[in-house]
């Protein structure tokens, strides 16, 4: 596609219950990231795929965060047992190859009540 | 980990005004990005410089790597450049697996008034 997608752009969930995001990166792109983006902030980095390698995963902030990502296409960010510290902008972002320069989608806003 | 800081936190400016704003990080960096977060949330890329001097329109950036800085020019401003503005590192450090993710510094939030 034109560039990256994100879907849903909104998400309101209650507190407990699991959400899955999605992310369709940039055609041909083999890195893909998620990054999550606090009210005010700037963006903290939670996990990084890159073709076929083991992903990064070391900017996960709890086990109840995962990510999986189809050989180089679509990736999906599940947030399980919801809590309202999750409350944030989910964006995702690919890149050719690993730091090269990354395009943002327009993000999921994750609001837990 | 590489820490990013920007400044100034805010500024306001009239229309027409120039501006610069600052990026200064503390390890070597194999990639910075600028980039413009509208007040919709959309990130836009402005430049991906690592080093040296890019221009865009009324936009130009400099980064000195061997002095770990990098400047964002803004001239003739106008009001749609109202927004946050973030610069983003990776550091050439990081190694493994870590190769490629942005840190990003907490960002300057321009307001142009007309």
């Known amino acids: 596609g034109a560039g990256v997608s994100q879907s849903p752009s909104n998400k309101v969930t209650e507190k407990g219950k699991d959400v899955e995001l999605r992310c369709d990166p940039i055609?041909?792109?083999?890195?893909l990231y998620w990054y999550r983006q606090r009210l005010g902030q700037g963006l903290e980095f939670l996990i990084y795929?890159?073709?076929?390698?083991?992903?990064?995963k070391s900017g996960l902030p709890s086990d109840r965060f995962s990510a999986e990502r189809t050989g180089e296409s679509v990736s999906t960010l599940t947030i399980q047992r919801t809590q309202q510290e999750d409350s944030a902008v989910y964006l995702c972002?690919?890149?050719?190859?690993?730091?090269?320069?990354?395009?943002f989608g327009p993000g999921t806003r994750l609001t837990v009540t | 980990g590489i820490q990013v800081e920007q400044s100034p936190p805010d500024l306001i400016l009239q229309e027409g005004a120039n501006s610069t704003l600052r990026c200064n990080f503390s390890?070597?960096?194999?990639?910075l990005q600028w980039f413009h977060q509208n007040p919709w949330g959309q990130l836009i890329n402005l430049f991906y410089?690592?080093?040296g001097t890019k221009q865009n329109g009324r936009l130009s950036a400099t980064t000195v790597a061997t002095e770990r800085y990098s400047l964002l020019y803004i001239s003739s401003s106008q009001t749609t450049d109202s927004g946050v503005y973030f610069c983003?590192?990776?550091?050439?450090?990081?190694?493994?697996?870590?190769?490629?993710?942005?840190?990003f510094g907490q960002g300057t939030i321009l307001t142009v008034h007309p």
């Open positions: 972002a690919s890149s050719f190859r690993g730091n090269y320069e990354q395009y």
């Open positions: 055609s041909g792109h083999t890195a």
């Open positions: 795929f890159q073709g076929n390698s083991a992903p990064d």
């Open positions: 390890d070597s960096v194999n990639n």
């Open positions: 410089i690592p080093s």
């Open positions: 983003a590192v990776n550091s050439e450090n990081a190694g493994g697996t870590s190769y490629g993710k942005l840190t």
